[in-house]
Each structure stands twice: as C-alpha cells, then as structure tokens.
C-alpha cells in the first residue's frame, strides 16, 4: 500500500553514530492512514526486533537495549521516518527495516545493513 526505502546504514567503528532513513511513498491517502511507524533489525540467527517506534501524534518506544542512544523521528513534509544512532556498539550489528502500521497491515521496506566493528 506504501512503498518504504531505507538508506543510511553502513560501516560505521564502536562509539559511532550514524542516521538512518525510511523515506515513505505512495497514494496521499495511504500515507496519511499510516498510524504508526517503526524501525526493526535482524541480526543473523536471531529473530527481528522491534527497536523503536512512533505514532502519528509523536508517541515513541525504544527497545531497552537502546534506549538513550537512539532516536526516532519524522519529518511529515519529507515523508521521511529516520532513526538517529550514537554510541553504537557491535551488538547494533543487523539490518534495520522500515515499516508502517495502517489499517491494511503493515508494510515493510527492504532494510539497510548496519554493521558496527570493535
């Protein structure tokens, strides 16, 4: 119903940051019935996490492990969901999806990997 692109992952050394983004397209119609937008990851072998998500009015959740070090925002004119990442530590390691909660179910973007050396 929406289609999702995330961008912003790379290589990045223990103690670094970076910002990821999930930019949102499709019908107005659909990208306004969007309830709620979230950032996963997977790391091999293990199952996909919800790490943070947001409302439509602003309410966030964090997953613990991050809580402090992540940030997720949106950006209603850009269409743009990001995710701001500091102190990332080699745990961090996984690809990051994108996704967006509306009436149809949930759509999914095709991730972005993160990869956080020692």
């Known amino acids: 119903q929406v289609q999702l692109v995330e961008s912003g992952g790379g290589l990045v050394q223990a103690g670094g940051s970076l910002r990821l983004s999930c930019a949102i397209s499709?019908?107005?119609?659909?990208?306004?019935?969007?309830?709620?937008m979230g950032w996963y990851r997977q790391a091999p072998g293990k199952q996909r996490e919800l790490v943070a998500g947001?409302?439509?009015?602003?309410?966030?959740n964090y997953v613990d492990s991050v809580k402090g070090r992540f940030t997720i925002s949106r950006d209603n004119a850009k269409n743009t969901v990001y995710l701001q990442m500091i102190s990332l530590k080699p745990e961090d390691t996984a690809v990051y999806y994108c996704?967006?909660?509306?009436?149809?179910?949930?759509?999914w973007g095709q991730g972005t990997q993160v990869t956080v050396s020692s």
């Open positions: 499709g019908r107005i119609s659909r990208i306004t019935a969007i309830t709620a």
């Open positions: 996704n967006a909660n509306a009436y149809w179910g949930t759509d």
């Open positions: 947001i409302t439509s009015n602003g309410r966030t």
